[in-house]
């Protein structure tokens, strides 16, 4: 079973940028479609990002196409979400999630998660 550990969170002004990451462990990271998710206080955890187990394929919210980018090291066993041009919205916590089969945005849909780390834009 794949354990995944977050990192990289904190505090940054509007238009900063910061990447986040994911380190697996138990498990390969190639074995698995990879996403990241974010959740607001208050508000449903919502997709952000997901690279396919097969192609490599990446897949973003709309909402963030263009400023978010999810990449994969096999070779480091971990997964990154780069975020440029931050926006106080994008203020939440953000999670590392692994699933068997293909790409979905849905969080009920993955089956292992870590314990996210926080993302805190100031305006």
């Known amino acids: 079973q794949v354990q995944l550990a977050e990192s990289g969170g904190g505090l940054v002004q509007a238009g900063g940028s910061l990447r986040l990451s994911c380190a697996a462990s138990?498990?390969?990271?190639?074995?698995?479609?990879m996403g990241w998710f974010r959740q607001a206080p208050g508000k449903e955890r919502d997709f952000v990002a997901a690279?396919?187990?097969?192609?490599?394929?990446?897949y973003h919210a709309d909402s963030m196409e263009g400023r978010f980018t999810i990449s994969r090291d096999s070779a480091k066993n971990t997964v990154y979400l780069q975020m440029n041009n931050l926006k106080p919205e994008d203020t939440a916590v953000y999670y590392c999630?692994?699933?068997?089969?293909?790409?979905?945005?849905?969080?009920?849909?993955?089956?292992?998660w870590g314990q996210g780390t926080q993302v805190t834009v100031s305006s």
């Open positions: 690279v396919s187990r097969t192609s490599g394929s990446t």
């Open positions: 999630a692994a699933k068997d089969g293909w790409v979905d945005r849905l969080a009920k849909e993955y089956d292992y």
């Open positions: 138990g498990g390969t990271i190639s074995r698995y479609t």
